[in-house]
RNA sequence: GCCGAUGUGGCGGAAUGGCAGACGCAACGGACUUAAAAUCCGUUGACCCGAAAGGGUCGUGCGGGUUCGAGUCCCGCCAUCGGCACCA
């Protein structure tokens, strides 16, 4: 099938134009005060999430995202943008480093390698970006800022009041205020309890196989994400991002941003805010207190016993001499086992009774307290107070056990074993015939004025595990002196990580950076930190870097953060950032929360101009294998750009992208439809151009400086307003199939006006701006009004005068069906259609012995007659 | 179980509450050709009546509703996909 001939000859045509983008430099942006920099126009930021540059090269699944966002690009610039749209490298991360333990050779040698690859195969399909900002995460001169980025995470802490990040300098002066006598140990110790970074002895995922820990968003069904390899639970000293003080702000001020309700429903949803209430439950015979979380308060009354979680720290005071064995047999089993194993036993409710009890304080109850796996210790406070009659997994529980169920909620309805909803209280005494909001309102204020308890909201989110430990990662820019951490000064970074020859994992917790001797000791007993960063933290923040990414004073310029990032001015104050964000919904979660949390702090801190970096997310959805499978290896189904791009061009390849459907939807590809693009990119070509009897390409005879008749005015400018409306409201699908019936259009044509192959020409630009560029400029050398570069274009206007018709076609419907059509003059007053209609030989038909009742009257549209 | 999408011809998909199926693919017929490919022109939701011209009925996952009129709005189901999942 390769060696059929061409259509029309592209791959002579798209490396030429290529390679003079390149040389013309015609895609870059100058920043602020730069020569060139144009500050009458407004600005637009576009951004694709950078990949990750993989062995095995780019795939169309990315360049679907990339195809957008680079119409939008090219489209912004002919409508007079200053446009922003870089592309860089997410470099940092497990495969390189895997591949490299594999084959022998330094991880940077695949990266760079991968990364040759990724940049040859963009350049072929002729994507806009502005090389000259491309940034790589591995690169000190970015990972400096990565890691100055961190220390500003350490040296800060999160003030409640403010509900901001505030440099931890400021607390540690309000302390010395407050307590002045504290030893320099205590003050330490407190301030290292406040830093937004910080080092946490907490079970973590501990994946033997890759010889790291994962965060809890990077473990899948308890498998690493990475490999499938099965992940174990262990306590070990590791760093964590505070992000859960941020947990409100990363959910309110998702308000204002413009992004699909789907994606800010999974962050809400990750979040996991939950309002309710702490309660105490004394513990007979103790003095301790066991604090629950519950969101029904309301059915306090109807607690019944009392479960702590196996790992809860006052289980041994609760547990009672006779029980001890039980328990502590049950504890055992339960540490041994993978999260895994342990949501596979979910069905079944497992616990031991302690032998313990506690006090409901709201009746004086004396109820029974339990341990079970089913009580998270990361949840919550790790205990709850269980309701087994409003309570389903409470209830499974007592059952299994024989623990007594109280109800204390009436149901609006029939009455189940269990009833979880909300209802009118019962047998609560004060409480008694409230309904369940109110009640959970009014046992809230009777706990915080009885002291039992108070308001409290909990979050599923939990604070970022950020150490990993691996060799290719930003290294820590901190050191340990005397069993303490501190952190680098500014002028200390970059850290780079030594050049290690053996870098593969221990075999044991110790990460490979342990084995550089040299590296690891400074003077004066220091040690580095051997852990360093996860693969997510180059991606918090590279989009400011595009900025002014060859910067070396600042992680960003200022002038050049404040122009990029800024807001429409139609927008409220400190709105603004990255104008359109296009990527896949596996990110959804991580990197956008992650990457928002960042951002957040550099705002507190005064460092960046806006409180989210990205107004508008737009996920592009999956493309699919021709077999309606997720594209494989394994399935053999999937789709290489190369080969698209040597058999029908650059530009059938981004057509087809677009082509396909709803850039959000999920679909799948289809080799005929490639076809299908390639037959129309053909046709437009053939507009334009003839072949002669030696094969050779002349200007089309047919081609005249001619003015076009009113039919052809009306579809050159239907066509301009319909391509750019869609292109606002990126439905490219609908823009090309426009662009198709335009070209059908003047196929026809025995005579082709220039002009409005030249409009063609002008639309066509961003979708395929190889042949858009080399008829551009083939036409410049017959006619005139083809001076410069296509892509140079002002963007047209359409004139609405042009699309009215005079004469128009009117829908005759009789009780709403289609029964005639008529063609009257346009703005024919409603008295007279409706005359004319009922005149219609097929109304009289069908109202023959019947009364019309009324008439509806859509003007220049429709009547639809209304019988008896 | 919870949250969120989606459901339209043989296929991908179009349709501000107003002609369902734009555009493309596939299929079929024709032109060009010695022939084929490519190209160009045309037909193509299903069913029924008619020799034909033409005409009719049904039709947007299922069941209701609102409306002169529903693929579109409302209520209740079903199915598929994605996310979360013992989160108190």
């Known amino acids: 099938m390769s060696e059929r001939r061409k259509q029309f000859p592209f791959l002579q045509f798209e490396p030429k134009w290529q390679r003079l983008w390149q040389e013309r430099q015609t895609f870059h942006a100058p920043n602020p005060g730069e020569p060139g920099f144009d500050p009458t126009k407004p600005k637009f930021y576009v951004l694709d999430m950078f990949p990750y540059p993989s062995g095995e090269g780019l795939h169309v699944g990315h360049l679907e995202g990339y195809t957008a966002t680079d119409i939008i690009a090219r489209y912004k610039r002919m409508k007079g943008f200053n446009v922003l749209h870089p592309m860089g490298w997410d470099a940092f991360g497990l495969p390189a480093e895997q591949f490299a333990i594999k084959t022998g050779q330094h991880p940077s040698v695949a990266t760079a390698r991968n990364i040759e690859r990724f940049k040859g195969q963009l350049k072929k399909i002729g994507f806009s970006y502005d090389w000259l900002r491309e940034i790589n995460t591995t690169d000190p001169g970015y990972y400096k800022w990565t890691q100055w980025i961190f220390l500003k995470l350490y040296n800060s802490w999160f003030d409640p009041e403010a509900n901001a990040a505030r440099p931890i300098a400021e607390l540690l002066e309000k302390r010395n205020r407050d307590y002045p006598h504290e030893s320099e140990e205590e003050r330490l110790e407190f301030l290292n309890g406040q830093r937004l ?222 009833f979880t909803g909300e209802g009118v209280a019962k047998n609560s005494r004060f409480l008694d015939g409230l309904p369940t909001p109110e009640a959970k309102r009014k046992m809230i204020d009777w706990l915080e004025k009885e002291g039992h308890g108070k308001r409290s909201i909990t979050y599923k989110l939990r604070d970022w595990l950020f150490s990993r430990q691996r060799y290719w990662g930003e290294p820590f820019p901190i050191i340990w002196r005397d069993g303490k951490h501190q952190g680098l000064r500014e002028s200390d970074l970059p850290v780079v990580p030594p050049p290690l020859d053996d870098y593969r994992p221990t075999g044991t917790i110790e990460p490979p950076l342990a084995k550089a001797r040299e ?262 050398f017959g006619f005139a009004g083809f001076e410069g570069m296509a892509c140079e274009q002002r963007w047209p206007e359409w004139d609405d005068q042009f699309l009215a018709k005079d004469d128009l076609e009117i829908v005759i419907q009789v009780n709403g069906k289609l029964r005639d059509k008529i063609t009257v003059r346009r703005d024919l007053e409603n008295e007279e259609l409706q005359r004319v209609a009922l005149a219609s030989v097929k109304v009289q038909e069908a109202a023959r012995d019947k009364r019309v009742r009324k008439v509806i009257i859509v003007p220049n549209k429709l009547v639809n007659i209304v019988l008896e």
């Open 197 to 418: 970074a910080y080092v946490a002895e907490a079970p973590v995922n501990w994946c033997p196989d890759l010889g790291t820990v994962l965060a809890n968003e990077e473990v899948v069904d308890g498998k690493s994400e990475i490999g499938g390899f099965p992940v174990v639970r262990r306590p070990m000293r590791q760093w964590m991002l505070r992000i859960t003080a941020y947990a409100d702000r990363l959910l309110e001020e998702l308000e204002g941003l413009d992004w699909q309700e789907s994606i800010k429903a999974l962050q809400r949803n990750w979040i996991g805010r939950s309002e309710g209430a702490t309660v105490n439950f004394p513990v007979d015979g103790l003095e301790d207190l066991i604090t629950v979380f519950t969101t029904r308060p309301d059915t306090l009354f109807g607690a019944t016993y009392v479960v702590l979680a196996p790992e809860h720290p006052l289980v041994d005071r609760v547990t009672t001499k006779a029980q001890t064995p039980p328990v502590v047999a049950y504890r055992e089993r339960i540490a041994t086992k993978s999260d895994l194993e342990r949501t596979d036993l979910a069905k079944e409710k497992t616990g031991v009774f302690t032998g313990g009890f506690a006090i409901n304080p709201v009746n004086q109850e004396r109820i029974p307290i339990w341990i079970a796996d089913y009580v998270l210790m990361s949840y919550g406070t790790g205990a709850i107070m269980a309701v087994p009659g409003h309570d389903e997994r409470d209830f499974q529980f007592a059952e299994k056990f024989g623990i007594y169920i109280r109800y204390v909620v009436e149901p609006p309805r029939s009455t189940e074993a269990c």
């Open 519 to 780: 590296w690891i000791t400074l003077s004066g007993g220091a040690t580095r930190e051997l852990n360093t960063m996860p693969q997510w933290a180059g991606s918090c923040w590279y989009f400011l870097r595009f900025a002014s990414p060859h910067e070396t004073n600042r992680f960003v310029n200022e002038t050049a953060e404040r122009y990029w990032m800024a807001g429409n001015e139609s927008r409220k104050h400190r709105s603004g950032g990255v104008d359109l964000y296009v990527g896949g919904t596996e990110h959804a979660v991580l990197h956008l929360l992650y990457a928002r949390f960042w951002h957040k702090l550099l705002y507190d801190l005064n460092y960046v101009s806006t409180i989210e970096p990205f107004q508008r997310l737009v996920n592009q959805g999956m493309i699919l294998g021709q077999d309606n499978q997720k594209m494989s290896k394994s399935r053999g189904n999937v789709v290489t750009p190369d080969d698209i791009v040597e058999e029908y061009g650059a530009d059938s390849l981004r057509l087809y992208e677009m082509f396909l459907g709803p850039l959000e939807a999920t679909k799948p590809w289809s080799m005929s439809g490639v076809e299908g693009v390639y037959r129309f990119l053909a046709r437009v070509w053939r507009l334009a151009m003839d072949e002669d009897q030696e094969g050779e390409w002349n200007l089309s005879p047919a081609l005249a400086s001619v003015d076009l008749n009113r039919k052809q005015l009306s579809i050159v400018h239907a066509t301009i307003k319909k391509v750019s409306e869609d292109v606002e409201s990126l439905s490219f699908n609908t823009a090309i199939a426009q662009m198709m019936i335009f070209v059908n259009e003047f196929t026809a044509a025995e005579i082709r006006p220039v002009e409005a192959v030249r409009t063609l020409l002008i639309l066509l630009n961003p979708f395929a701006p190889h042949l858009s560029e080399e008829l551009w400029w083939r036409l410049s």
